[in-house]
């Protein structure tokens, strides 16, 4: 009984959305991490998943597979492959192996993982220049901020998340040189609980806006509770928090997933890396909310900038915690700098953990 | 810091440790009357999403702490029936119970995620919470803070001062005697299981009525093992099960406000600190009381099949 049991549940984790079947439309899979339902990062994916089926009816066909531990994902990518799917994304960091390794045995399958940075003749890449909407968020909370000083609940100490905390900062710092920014690790993606006692902590300590780079929405609610401000994460959480969200940074992957789509479709498709940003749409920022309209129209026009390409989180001179220069005035902080940086801007006070 | 600071991190300190106390006693009681349950986690996880679920559809609190501890009793019962009545491997059967709590749980939970609530609603004395630096501390918890500690108070009573404690302990420490001395073995430890299921279920509904209002899946983040190993290390204790819950609550909650005050240590020598405080305290407490042999009850995890 109690195999039937675990074999029911591993058999529900497995369940195909779509189960009808059209030969001559492309099959296409998408493999999460977590559950479609987590109003974060899996279901901004599913968001990209739904936006391919309305966008291209008579062409294509949707799978996904949510839940997929990432120590079992081999398993469910290669059920994927298996079942005739023409093209799979999966987007975990990692998903990473063994979507190569399946890529490997399906040569005529294409395959796109979401934040990696190995590819294949059939794995192309993509990722988001998060830390752009990050810089946003850092000019709205040093022009909002009455004591002088914003909380920031980080998980672990990774590239992304470290360059996320440097845009934010270099952010502030362009509207007040003297803005103080407090960050406390909490070692977890996901732990409402501790995610809440870390808000808390913050905002005992004099913080008056909250920005967060963890998955749940406890921070927003326990600002909200406090009368305070706060940013939302990967997806508009403004339901939870409608008097303190300021805005979230929203991942939007449709426009990329429709596109590569299209290439498969016409036979375009090749393998290659996109790493795209405001300007492609990848990463937009949730409506402007709990500001006064010039605080809003400097927000605005930050992210036009952004697009435009007049303004980079990244453009020197910028200076890390310990004196030293690491980009130098007139350059821009090439990529690879940004997808290593193990270090902190200028002003941060606070040891990052190696 | 000022008194008013102090208070406020000692209110979270204690909000943080009443899941672990609540969760870790019930499961204390199973434990001493024999039964290892590894399904905690799965238990607590399923009465958050029954428990929302519930007090999101009737709009009570109290209804949904209920559903909460029905849902954490209903999974127990499945536990009971394969390990006590049908003498199953408590091992496997309470790591299958987590498994299966985690998957109900996101399927009750599905069609809430999203939606909040307000926390469940606090004490209030008047005059008495508002007295600065303890007002809120002792007369201005919400109603799952109290329950806790009178359940450990409770619990304490029942075990050493009660005979159907004594018995309960008796069959833990040995069911074939008890057994011989026509004491229902199996009955008893039914029942104990079952009262450890709506403890993990009720510890549950606390973090998604109380402490952060809102479900999310998996939201219980590894609570339920951290009251399992609490068990063991307050040698199936209730008052060590209530300190060691308390630092381990006031660790986690320090190392935060620690962090947040730029102390300059790493934050993850930091993140460390609950867990080795917790386990030198109580590793320490439990070496200084002992008379050679174990402290855990002698039939701890064994089967009972009675002779016919």
Redesign the interface.
């Known amino acids: ?2 195999r039937t ?2 074999g029911a ?1 591993l058999g ?2 497995l369940l195909l959305a779509s189960p009808t079947h059209a030969e001559d439309k492309l099959k296409v899979g998408f493999v999460y991490v ?2 479609v ?3 974060g990062y899996s279901f901004q994916h599913d968001l990209s998943r739904r936006a391919l089926a309305e966008a291209l009816p008579d062409k294509v066909e949707t799978t996904y597979l949510e ?1 997929v531990p990432e120590s079992d994902s081999e398993r469910a990518i290669e059920k994927l492959a298996r079942s005739g799917m023409g093209l799979i994304f999966t987007t975990s960091f990692g998903f990473m192996e063994p979507t190569l390794k399946v890529a490997r045995k399906f040569p005529k399958v294409k395959f796109e993982h979401a934040t990696g940075y190995k590819r294949a003749a059939n794995v192309s890449t993509y990722s988001a220049r998060f830390y752009e909407g990050r810089y946003v968020c850092g000019k709205i909370a040093a022009t909002l901020t009455k004591t002088g000083t914003i ?1 920031y609940i980080a998980s672990f ?1 990774i590239p992304e998340v470290v360059s996320g905390i440097n845009a934010f900062m270099l952010g502030a710092q362009s509207v007040n040189p003297n803005v103080k920014l ?7 993606w ?9 808000a ?3 905002l ?2 004099g ?1 008056d806006i909250l920005a967060q780079h963890t998955d ?3 921070p927003l ?1 326990e600002a909200e ?1 406090q009368g305070k401000l706060a940013f939302g994460q990967s997806s508009d959480q403004y ?2 928090a409608p008097k303190a969200q300021l805005t979230a940074v929203v991942d939007d992957w449709s426009g990329y997933v429709i596109r590569e789509t299209k290439a498969v479709l016409d036979g375009s498709w090749q393998s290659h890396d996109t790493w795209g940003g405001i300007k492609d749409g990848m990463v937009v920022l949730a409506p402007f909310t709990n500001m006064p309209a010039d605080v809003k129209a400097m927000a605005e026009d930050t992210v036009k900038a952004i697009a435009a390409g007049k303004v980079n989180p990244f453009a020197g001179p910028v200076t890390k915690q310990d004196g030293s220069v690491a980009v130098k005035a007139g350059e821009i902080a090439p990529d690879p700098m940004i997808l290593g940086m193990n270090w902190y801007v200028k002003g941060i ?3 990052l ?2 | 810091m000022s008194l008013d ?1 102090i208070q ?2 000692l209110v ?1 300190v204690l909000t ?1 440790a009443t ?1 672990l106390i609540i969760a870790a006693l019930g499961e204390l009681v199973v434990e001493r009357a024999g039964v290892l349950n590894l399904g905690v986690e799965g238990m607590m996880v399923c009465g958050a999403a029954l428990g929302f679920a519930a007090a999101v559809e009737t709009n009570s609190t109290l209804l949904g702490a209920l559903a909460g501890a029905g849902a954490g009793m209903g999974l127990a019962a499945v536990f009971g029936l ?1 390990t006590v009545g049908l003498a ?1 491997n408590q091992v ?2 309470g790591l ?1 119970l987590t ?2 709590g985690l ?1 109900l749980s ?2 009750v939970g ?1 069609g809430y ?2 939606q ?1 609530r307000e ?1 469940a609603p606090h004490l209030y004395v008047p005059g008495l919470s508002d007295l600065p630096g303890i007002g809120r501390l002792f007369f201005g918890q919400d109603a799952f803070v109290y329950a806790g500690l009178g359940l450990a108070a409770g619990i304490a009573w029942f075990l050493w001062r009660t005979r159907a404690g004594l018995i309960l302990r008796a069959v833990g420490d040995d069911h074939a005697a008890t057994h011989a001395l026509g004491l229902p073995v199996r009955g008893v430890r039914f029942f104990a299981v079952l009262f450890g299921g709506a403890c993990a279920g009720l510890a549950g509904s606390y ?1 998604s009525l109380a ?4 479900w ?4 219980t ?3 339920g093992w951290i009251a399992l190993a609490l068990v063991v290390f307050a040698s199936w204790r209730p008052g060590r099960v209530v300190a060691g819950a308390t630092l381990f609550g006031g660790a ?2 320090l190392q ?2 620690a ?4 102390i ?5 020598l930091l ?1 460390a600190l609950p867990y080795v405080a917790t386990i030198l305290a109580l590793v320490l407490l439990s070496l200084g009381r002992r008379r050679g042999g174990s402290l855990a009850p002698a039939a701890l995890g064994r089967d009972f099949t009675p002779h016919r």
Not at chain 1, 182 to 188: A, G, L, R
Not at chain 2, 264 to 268: A, E, F, N
Request: hydrophobic letters at 45%.
């Open positions: 009984m109690l049991t675990l549940c529900a984790l977590g559950p339902a987590d109003y839940n909380g100490p407090k960050i406390v690790w909490v070692n977890t996901f732990d409402p609980g501790k995610e809440a006692e870390a808390k902590a913050l005992a300590q913080a749940s929405a406890a609610q509770k339901r939870f006070d606070d040891t953990p190696q | 600071m406020m991190v979270t943080a899941p394969l199953a496997a059967s299958a498994i299966l998957g996101g399927l599905a995620v999203g909040k926390p973090l402490y952060t209002p809102f999310a899946p998996a939201m983040a590894g609570r986690t909650v935060l406000h962090q947040a005050a730029s300059g240590l790493p934050g993850q993140s």
